[in-house]
């Protein structure tokens, strides 16, 4: 069974502040999809990145990079010089391998509340 | 670019009633999943079709039926609603059959209240 979890519930950080989410996950498949979504106060779920098993290599886009460690398995988002805009709750979230309609199962979410 | 359409954004019902949710998928995508969410909880998968044909199937309650229509679009009907049933709907929709752009895509969600 796949398993997604996110063990800080809530962070509260200063704005220009760095700050990192943890995503652990556990799956018996050797082939599998890792991804963040974000769901800001406004309710909807955005994709922002998306991992496969056989690709470890890090990634960064603007202010946000991904840690991506088979080894440890975790995949973890670090957000650099927060800003108030990136309050949201984050979500990271697990699918086997694609072949049509296989589900996402989500961690429990991380609030991440970036103040003035 | 296009998103998927979820309709109606809003809904209240009555306990027993029944409500009939539609989504309307990212043009050329061949996969439509929908999910449940409630209060302060995170999204838990229901159910899926591929090309037209249930996928995959979740925690879904037997007061529930879904289906893929040949538009590709799909409807989520609930019946003999709970206040259980009170949460945030959200359908996705992927290209499925190309397997290196398999991500879900979400709607904004339909927001049911049970009364």
């Known amino acids: 069974a796949q398993k997604v979890t996110q063990a800080q519930t809530e962070i509260s950080v200063v704005e220009k502040e760095d700050v990192t989410l943890d995503c652990v996950y556990e799956?018996?498949?050797?082939?599998?999809?890792l991804f963040w979504y974000k769901q800001p106060p406004s309710g909807e779920l955005v994709f922002l990145i998306r991992?496969?098993?056989?690709?470890?290599q890090n990634e960064i886009s603007g202010r946000y990079s991904w840690n991506f460690q088979k080894s440890t398995s975790s995949f973890n988002f670090t957000i650099t010089a927060s800003q108030v805009v990136d309050s949201a709750v984050y979500f990271c979230?697990?699918?086997?391998?694609?072949?049509?309609?296989?589900?996402?199962?989500f961690g429990t979410g991380t609030q991440l509340k970036v103040e003035l | 670019a296009a998103g998927v359409i979820q309709s109606p954004r809003h809904l209240i019902k009555e306990k027993r009633e029944t409500a009939t949710l539609k989504c309307y998928p990212i043009?050329?995508?061949?996969?439509v999943y929908w999910y449940q969410q409630g209060p302060g909880q995170d999204p838990q998968f229901l159910i899926s079709?591929?090309?037209?044909?249930?996928?995959d199937k979740g925690s879904i309650p037997d007061r529930f039926s879904a289906q893929q229509f040949s538009d590709y679009h799909s409807e989520l009907n609930m019946s003999s609603l709970e206040l259980g049933d009170s949460a945030l709907y959200f359908c996705?929709?992927?290209?499925?059959?190309?397997?290196?752009?398999?991500?879900?895509?979400f709607g904004p969600g339909t927001r049911l209240t049970v009364l």
């Open positions: 996705a929709s992927s290209l499925a059959r190309d397997l290196g752009t398999d991500t879900q895509y």
């Open positions: 799956t018996r498949d050797t082939t599998y999809y």
């Open positions: 991992r496969n098993s056989f690709d470890e």
């Open positions: 979230a697990l699918s086997e391998a694609p072949g049509g309609g296989n589900k996402l199962t």
């Open positions: 043009p050329r995508h061949d996969t």
């Open positions: 079709f591929y090309e037209k044909m249930q996928s």
